[in-house]
């Protein structure tokens, strides 16, 4: 078996548990799969800063990672650990926006990418498996944002 077609297999199926893309089609994924790529991230190490222009997106396969926000008085402090399934750094991707956060691996993590390159070629190359991969994207966005909405609500009450 070529390198390559064992690295799109096992993407493929990281793809397939991650649960994000519960309304792919299986060919979907593996057509998808030719576009993102893995990365092995140190515990400790900055996957990005926040300011930085956004070039990929994440989706964790194993591991934590935090997310930090620098205070107005210069502290780091950490507002979200997420876990694998979880994808993180899409809205720079989506929006072209600098990093709202930064992102650094609270774990060993192995991680799914997808560079803002990569997935401007698969709008060209296959756009309807990239239209559901952002559809689905948008929804976990939303999910979050009615989340932060809930918890801003119970902090006023």
Known sequence: MSEPTHLNN???DWLMDCGLFNQLLPADFAAASGYFSISTIAQGEEIFHEGDAGSFMCIIHTGQVAVQK?????????????????????MAVLDGERRSASCVAASNC???NLGKDSLEKMLND??????KIIRA???SLSKRLRMADGQLLAQQV
């Open 70 to 90: 620098t205070t107005g008085d210069g502290q780091l402090v950490t507002i979200a650990t997420l876990r694998s399934g979880r994808s993180f750094g899409e």
């Open 10 to 12: 096992e993407i493929r």
């Open 110 to 112: 192995q991680l799914l």
């Open 126 to 131: 296959a756009p309807k498996i990239a239209a």
């Open 137 to 139: 994207l948008a929804v």
